[in-house]
């Protein structure tokens, strides 16, 4: 079975800094993507930016960015220049391949705050 | 092109009774699954429905039940309500081969 950790509950910086989420899974699959969501209070989940495994190149979207480390498991989610619109709770999710990619497996949540 | 649609958006029900949830996938996607999320348990996964046939199946009990019309649509359906049912139940639609699935904005069931 796979599983998502996201370690750190909540989390808050100030306009304009760079944050980083932290995300782990676990996993026997060698086929997979990883997505991080984001989720404001209008409840609305909202895609952040999507990783292949078989891609070496960590994906990057405008401000945001991860880190994909594959052998260590890791998936971090990097957001500069932060703005009081990315205050919400952010999902590390998992899915395996495309048989089951529409069952997405999701981690505890980080809630982030960003501060004017 | 219009996104997904829950309906109801607030729901409130008595222990004992059913209710059944709506989704209507964005145009041309022909995948559609269920995820429950509580602040105890986080998001869940209920079930996924491709072409009317229910292709994955989460862990639930048989109380939770849903099935998908010709057009995509979903409806969601859980009976004999219990308390603990009580969360957000979302619905994602995706496309054949993608991975990517866009979610509604959810439907908030209350069971009194």
């Known amino acids: 079975a796979q599983t998502v950790t996201q370690s750190q509950p909540e989390m808050s910086v100030q306009e304009a800094e760079t944050v980083t989420l932290s995300c782990t899974y676990d ?25 292949e495994a078989y891609k070496q190149q960590n994906a990057t979207e405008n401000r945001f960015s991860v880190n994909f480390q594959k052998a ?3 998936f971090s989610l990097k957001i500069s220049d932060s703005q009081l619109g990315d205050t919400a709770m952010y999902f590390c999710a998992f899915c395996a391949g495309i048989q089951g990619a529409q069952k997405l497996v999701f981690g505890q949540g980080t809630r982030l705050t960003i501060n004017p | 092109k219009a996104g997904v649609t829950q309906t109801p958006r607030y729901l409130i029900k008595t222990r004992g009774q059913q209710v059944t949830l709506s989704c209507s ?8 699954s269920w995820y429950q999320q509580t602040p105890g348990q986080g998001l869940q996964f ?9 292709r994955n199946k989460g862990n639930f009990p048989g109380r939770f039940s849903g099935r998908q019309f010709s ?4 409806e969601m359906n859980v009976s004999t309500l219990e308390l603990g049912d009580s ?14 699935q866009y979610f509604g904005a959810g439907t908030r069931l209350s069971v009194l």
Do not use: D
Not at chain 1, 32 to 45: A, E, V
Not at chain 2, 25 to 32: A, F, K, L, N, T
Not at chain 2, 71 to 74: G, T, V
């Open chain 1, 27 to 51: 996993t026997s699959e060698s086929n997979y993507y990883l997505f991080w969501y984001k989720q404001p209070p209008s409840r609305q989940m909202i895609l952040v930016i999507r990783q």
């Open chain 1, 72 to 74: 260590a498991k890791s």
């Open chain 2, 25 to 32: 996938p964005i145009s041309g996607h022909r995948s559609v």
């Open chain 2, 46 to 54: 209920l079930f996924e429905y491709f072409s009317e046939t229910q």
């Open chain 2, 71 to 74: 057009n995509s649509r979903s």
């Open chain 2, 87 to 100: 969360a957000l139940y979302l619905c994602a639609s995706s496309a054949r081969q993608e991975s990517i």
